[in-house]
T-cell receptor, first 116, second 113 residues
Framework: AQSVSQHNHHVILSEAASLELGCNYSYGGTVNLFWYVQYPGQHLQLLLKYFSGDPLVKGIKGFEAEFIKSKFSFNLRKPSVQWSDTAEYFCAVIHTPNFGNEKLTFGTGTRLTIIP | KAGVTQTPRYLIKTRGQQVTLSCSPISGHRSVSWYQQTPGQGLQFLFEYFSETQRNKGNFPGRFSGRQFSNSRSEMNVSTLELGDSALYLC????????????FGQGTRLTVV
C-alpha cells in the first residue's frame, strides 16, 4: 500500500527564516503529488500540486515544491516565512493513471509555528 | 461558487449512540471522500463515493458507513459510537476523481463521551 512520510512533526522558525518540509512516498510508479495546508480554525486547502512537467512547482503565498523522482520526494520550500504561515502542512499522493479506484494518501502532517 | 459544506459543525454524543454527518459537495463535483483526522494519526481515509457508488474504502470497522445521493450529497454514519471515534471528520469533493485534487469542507468535530 502507498505510504507518505513527513519527517518533521513540529517545526519552529523565526520570521524571515527559510523553510523546507520533507515528504517522501513509497510508490515507484507515476504519481500526482500535493501539499495541503490547514490554517488554525480553517479548512484544509490546496497549497500546490504536481501532475507532470517541470518538477519545480509554484503554489500560493510564495511556496514551491520540488519533485525528485529518484528520491521519491516532494519537499516543500519557502525562502522567507511569515507569522501567517503558522499552520499544519500535509503532503499527499495518488497513483496515476488510475481508473478512479485509487485513494489520495496523506502524510501525518507537519505543524509549523512561526515566531514573530 | 459555494465550497464544500458539512453539517453539523460540532456534535457531542454518548458512547453507544449513532451519528449521521452530512456533506454537500461543490456544485458539479460527483466524487465525495470522507476522512477521519486525529492528532498524531493525520488524515485517515474512510471511503469515497462517485455517482452514488462506493469506489474505495479504508480500513475502518463496519460501524462506519456512508452513502451518496443522486444530487452528489453524501452522508456518513457511525453506529455504536466508541470513545476513540472522537475526531474531526472531513469531507472532500473532486471534479475529476482520478487526479486526486480535492476540496475540503470545514469538518464536523465529533466528541464521544
Amino acid at each position: 500500500a502507498q505510504s507518505v512520510s513527513q519527517h518533521n512533526h513540529h517545526v519552529i522558525l523565526s520570521e524571515a527564516a527559510s523553510l523546507e518540509l520533507g515528504c517522501n512516498y513509497s510508490y515507484g510508479g507515476t504519481v500526482n503529488l500535493f501539499w495541503y495546508v490547514q490554517y488554525p480554525g480553517q479548512h484544509l486547502q490546496l497549497l500546490l500540486k504536481y501532475f507532470s512537467g517541470d518538477p519545480l512547482v509554484k503554489g500560493i503565498k510564495g511556496f514551491e515544491a520540488e519533485f525528485i523522482k529518484s528520491k521519491f520526494s516532494f519537499n516543500l520550500r519557502k525562502p522567507s516565512v511569515q507569522w501567517s504561515d503558522t499552520a499544519e502542512y500535509f503532503c499527499a499522493v495518488i497513483h496515476t493513471p488510475n481508473f478512479g479506484n485509487e485513494k489520495l494518501t496523506f502524510g501525518t502532517g507537519t505543524r509549523l509555528t512561526i515566531i514573530p | 461558487k459555494a465550497g464544500v459544506t458539512q453539517t453539523p459543525r460540532y456534535l457531542i454524543k454518548t458512547r453507544g449512540q449513532q451519528v449521521t454527518l452530512s456533506c454537500s459537495p461543490i456544485s458539479g463535483h460527483r466524487s465525495v471522500s470522507w476522512y477521519q483526522q486525529t492528532p498524531g494519526q493525520g488524515l485517515q481515509f474512510l471511503f469515497e463515493y462517485f455517482s452514488e457508488t462506493q469506489r474505495n474504502k479504508g480500513n475502518f470497522p463496519g460501524r462506519f458507513s456512508g452513502r451518496q445521493f443522486s444530487n452528489s450529497r453524501s452522508e456518513m454514519n457511525v453506529s455504536t459510537l466508541e470513545l476513540g471515534d472522537s475526531a474531526l471528520y472531513l469531507c472532500a469533493s473532486s471534479a475529476l476523481q482520478a487526479t486526486g485534487e480535492a476540496f475540503f469542507g470545514q469538518g464536523t468535530r465529533l466528541t464521544v463521551v
